[in-house]
């Protein structure tokens, strides 16, 4: 299907759907769009917690792809969801992520497939075609994260340098924690409080947060965190909140030193210049610990990307589904 270079293609509905037993009570909403013998290609979504969209179906050829799209643990219209306090996450970890994902796989019958998508999708992207590189024909990644610890305190601390009112008022929020090595763990306990208030005012402070970290973007739109349902706000913080006090349950520099195992899969790793969420300095120590891949760097965009960055995602798929 042809398109005009800055477009994205037609909206397409699913064709098929469902929800995946993955085991400990969860059930993984997953769905299917676009040619059932075309390319099989994943959407890997952010957050984590953030659940998938529409629109990310439309960066994909409907002609020539199989798109596979899904809602992490928690989130979306995957079940339990974790806006409710009630809902355990011992079962909801990185590792247990990428189970999820090869279990899908097998479930849908492909032998192995492309994967797509960008910031805490990246992490679990590189997690997932790292345990299972045979099955990952090729990735795009877009605004590149690895969720090491240094990166977690760049984000929840470090860029308080930048946004000093904005970082103590996202400190002072939880006086109860310490330091700044114990916030994020003490807005994860406030998340999961019996009290709707305490969960409804931690997860304004974090979300307030968040958007000021983005607030030099060009973004029309409205708020990136602030902006989402109350209930899809909640699980994203709380999802959050509980992977980065955990370090993603990864050994800090994981992706970047065990990236050897990623040798004979193309990339394309595409990353705005002013990204403040997760700096530059990431993609390009990935881009030189993995030969397969090719970095592209937009000077004038930043996490949430921008013309360039879908330009440049659309340019990758549309190569990589020939």
Request: proline share 8%; net charge negative.
């Amino acid at each position: 299907m042809r398109r005009e270079p800055d477009d994205l293609y037609p909206p397409i509905e699913p064709y098929d759907s469902g929800l995946l037993d993955v085991g400990e009570g969860n059930l993984v909403y997953w769905e299917v769009c676009g040619n059932p013998d075309g390319k099989p290609a994943l959407v890997v979504h952010g957050g984590p917690g953030s659940g998938c969209t529409p629109r990310a179906r439309q960066y994909f050829d409907p002609e020539r792809y199989r798109v596979v799209l899904f809602d992490q643990r928690g989130c979306g219209r995957s079940t339990p969801h974790a806006s409710d306090p009630a809902t355990d996450l011992r079962h909801n970890t990185t590792h247990h992520l990428v189970a999820d994902m090869e279990r899908l796989r097998e479930h849908l019958g492909i032998t192995d497939w492309l994967l797509y998508g960008g910031s805490w999708g990246s992490t679990l992207i590189l997690a997932y075609a790292q345990a299972h590189p045979e099955r990952v024909t090729e990735a795009v990644i877009a605004a590149v994260t690895t969720t090491r610890r240094s990166e977690i305190d760049w984000l929840y601390r470090g860029a308080g340098q930048i946004f000093p009112e904005a970082w103590h008022t996202f400190r002072a929020a939880v006086p109860e924690a310490a330091g700044p090595d114990e916030v994020i763990a003490a807005y994860a306990r406030r998340t999961e409080s019996p009290d709707p208030e305490v969960r409804e005012r931690a997860t304004a402070a974090w979300c307030a947060w968040e958007d000021a970290v983005l607030s030099l973007e060009a973004n029309p739109g409205p708020a990136p965190y602030s902006s989402r349902p109350g209930p899809a706000q909640q699980a994203l913080v709380r999802i959050c909140s509980h992977y980065f006090s955990h370090g993603a349950w990864l050994r800090e520099n994981q992706l970047i030193d065990e990236a050897h195992r990623l040798a004979g899969i193309p990339a394309a790793l595409i990353h705005g210049r002013f990204d403040l969420g997760g700096p530059l300095i990431t993609a390009w120590e990935l881009d030189r610990a993995w030969p397969e891949a090719e970095l592209t760097v937009i000077d004038d965009a930043g996490h949430l990307g921008g013309p360039a960055t879908r330009r440049a995602v659309l340019a990758a798929l549309d190569r990589f589904a020939k």
